[in-house]
């Protein structure tokens, strides 16, 4: 079953050299970050495409595993070209 969580947290991801890309690495350790202070004693592991370039507006999904057996779909809207993203869990 999918349950939409009211999780969302907001990130500024640097794209990468020469612009063409957002820094996946980047927003991949900032989302385990926050996760990490939402659900204290977990360890999290995000996976998102390695591709992605900078466009407002444009949406893209990224995993998120905890050492605990946890796992989250991401979803992540760019909120500008310059590499300001929001990501909600969508899915438990």
């Not at 690495?25 to 996760?35: S, Y």
């Not at 360890?43 to 893209?60: H, I, L, N």
């Not at 998120?64 to 438990?92: L, Y």
């Amino acid at each position: 079953m999918s349950v939409r969580l009211i999780a969302a947290g907001c990130l500024v991801v640097i794209a990468a050299a020469c612009g063409t890309r957002l820094d996946a690495v980047g927003l991949e350790t900032q989302i385990a970050d926050q996760l990490g202070g939402r659900f204290p004693g977990s360890t999290w592991v995000v996976t998102c495409p390695d591709d992605v370039e900078p466009a407002g507006g444009a949406t893209f999904a990224c995993e998120a595993k905890s050492d605990r057996d946890q796992s989250f779909g991401i979803e992540v809207t760019q909120d500008d070209a310059e590499g300001s993203v929001s990501w909600q869990i969508v899915e438990v």
